[in-house]
């Protein structure tokens, strides 16, 4: 499935910014969509962002949009989440995964095939 490694995560205070960058090794021709998801203490895995591994689509959850950006650099095999105005709300370990399948669910974690192992973002009020 191949390997993906979160980085880019800490500790901002309200209204900062963070990058997230996703590393992908292996099969990655065979990747349809890479995805941000996110999960607080205590709560479920959310849905952040997708984007298409060729393409230009891009899919973000309300509580974000405007406000994250998910771009990739193919040549380099890498994803990010560009984070700005941050709030206590978005903390939580964030993850990226890749999915190989045709689901349009782009927003179930569950269609995601390979995971990372996360980067923890804290934003201090």
């Known amino acids: 499935q191949g390997q993906l490694v979160e980085s880019g995560g800490g500790l901002v205070q309200t209204g900062g910014s963070l990058r997230l960058s996703c590393s992908v090794s292996g099969r990655t021709l065979s990747i349809y969509r890479m995805g941000w998801f996110r999960q607080a203490s205590g709560k479920v895995r959310e849905f952040v962002a997708a984007?298409?591994?060729?393409?230009?689509?891009?899919y973000y959850s309300d509580s974000v949009k405007g406000r994250f950006t998910i771009s990739r650099d193919n040549a380099m095999n890498m994803v990010y989440l560009q984070m700005n105005s941050l709030n206590p709300e978005d903390t939580a370990v964030y993850y990226c995964a890749a999915q190989r399948t045709f689901e349009p669910r782009y927003f179930d974690p569950s269609i995601y095939g390979a995971w990372g192992q996360g980067t923890a973002v804290t934003v201090s009020s």
């Open positions: 984007i298409r591994w060729s393409g230009s689509s891009t």
